[in-house]
């Protein structure tokens, strides 16, 4: 099978996935973006999952991303950065990205906002939650008595737009549970800004039960894009 084929096929059935997940807790399909997460793979992977209607991709990587978005910048997609990011990188990121899903702290804040003031649009961020029964600064994420004055913080700033909340399921203990509390904290931001509505949420082994807590926008790598070879 070759290439485009194979990720076509892949498309196919994580769209029939979600829209089955969907259905199973009486949610629309239309209610959910999936974002291919292409680290390690080629831009021309990333054309093909366009030419299939693949619209938002996403990155962990800043100097990988920069050099993909700059190869395929004709085609007009939606960029997310996903990855933890330092604040040394905030310059290079907000020239390329669309929306930052791992946002946790105020100088990350500060330092995207004085990057963004050139963009014609202003930079969406998610505010990420450390879901971790145990929260450890390696998973990152922000405590849930943070973000309140955390999502104060990019409010303040004009260029960046709170788009809603992030969180990655612990590798440990229950998802649905994690799931939830993501859930309730986009209900807290919400008090704050109606317009955060977006829960990033869920991957290729759990996305089903992110749905059911709301997910929004689902982070897909393996299942579009197949497991990637060892070294990569």
């Not at 938002?56 to 395929?72: F, L, T």
């Not at 905030?90 to 946002?103: P, Y």
């Not at 450890?136 to 943070?146: A, I």
Request: hydrophobic share 45%; aromatic share 4%.
């Amino acid at each position: 099978m070759d290439r485009f084929a194979e990720l076509s096929a892949n498309v196919v059935d994580v769209r029939l996935a979600v829209s089955e997940a969907c259905r199973s807790v009486g949610r629309s399909p239309e209610e959910v973006t999936v974002i291919a997460v292409t680290k390690t793979w080629p831009a021309s992977d990333i054309r093909l999952l366009a030419e299939v209607g693949v619209t938002d991709v996403g990155e962990n990587r800043d100097q990988e991303a920069k050099v993909k978005y700059e190869e395929v910048a004709d085609l007009g997609l939606t960029w997310h950065a996903i990855g933890q990011l330092q604040t040394n990188k905030a310059k290079s990121v907000a020239s390329w990205a669309d929306v930052v899903h791992s946002v946790d702290r105020t100088e990350i804040i500060d330092a995207l906002a004085k990057h963004a003031t050139g963009r014609e649009q202003p930079l969406k961020v998610l505010l990420q939650m450390n879901l971790d029964p145990v929260p450890t600064e390696q998973r990152g994420g922000c405590l849930p008595d943070e973000l309140v004055a955390l999502a104060e913080r990019v409010l303040a700033h004009e260029h960046l737009e709170l788009a809603g909340v992030m969180g990655v399921a612990p590798l440990s203990g229950d998802a649905q549970r994690a799931f939830a509390q993501l859930q309730d904290s986009s209900g807290r931001l919400r008090t704050l800004d109606a317009n955060a509505t977006w829960i990033s949420a869920g991957m290729s082994d759990d996305f089903p039960a992110a749905i059911k807590y709301g997910a929004t926008h689902l982070r897909i790598g393996s299942l579009i894009l197949g497991h990637r070879p060892v070294g990569r």
